[in-house]
């Protein structure tokens, strides 16, 4: 049983960029699949798939890079973790690298990005930031 579904996508994800490889495969959930779903629609990755193999889903995250190789993710961090949970009202919300970066708050209307929180005045758990 994984205690940290989050930091496994992030540690995967990262694996994957530093190994260079053009997709990284994770068991699937809906948390998951709402956070991925949020870095496509930044521009940090280029695609993802979600497929069924026997009775667990595998989310396929297909990774982006520019120029010569160079990944376009730089780096991830997980921000409320199990064993200390972070909470930020909308006017509270950081930005990462003064808004060159993103971070995924789940909300009590889903999952959103820090920017969309904010203009929807909604506070919540701020789940892991990407840049």
């Given at each position: 049983?994984m205690t940290d579904p989050i930091s496994d996508l992030l540690t995967r994800v990262r694996n994957g960029v530093q190994?260079?490889?053009?997709?990284?495969?994770?068991?699937?959930?809906?948390?998951?699949?709402?956070?991925?779903?949020?870095?496509?629609?930044?521009?940090?990755?280029?695609?993802?798939?979600?497929?069924?193999?026997?009775?667990?889903?595998?989310?396929?995250?297909?990774?982006?890079?520019?120029?010569?190789?160079?990944?376009?993710?730089?780096?991830?961090?997980?921000?409320?973790?199990?064993?200390?949970?972070?909470?930020?009202?909308?006017?509270?919300?950081?930005?990462?690298?003064?808004?060159?970066?993103?971070?995924?708050?789940?909300?009590?209307?889903?999952?959103?990005?820090?920017?969309?929180?904010?203009?929807?005045?909604?506070?919540?758990?701020?789940?892991?930031?990407?840049?």
């Amino acid at each position: 049983m994984m205690t940290d579904p989050i930091s496994d996508l992030l540690t995967r994800v990262r694996n994957g960029v530093q190994a260079k490889q053009p997709k990284v495969d994770i068991p699937a959930s809906e948390l998951k699949v709402a956070i991925v779903d949020l870095w496509k629609r930044g521009g940090y990755i280029k695609n993802y798939k979600l497929y069924q193999q026997e009775k667990r889903g595998v989310l396929r995250i297909y990774l982006k890079y520019v120029g010569k190789g160079e990944p376009v993710i730089q780096g991830l961090r997980r921000v409320s973790k199990p064993s200390r949970r972070v909470y930020a009202s909308y006017h509270k919300i950081p930005k990462v690298l003064n808004g060159l970066g993103m971070s995924a708050v789940s909300t009590s209307k889903g999952v959103l990005n820090d920017e969309a929180a904010r203009e929807s005045k909604i506070g919540g758990e701020i789940l892991c930031s990407i840049w």
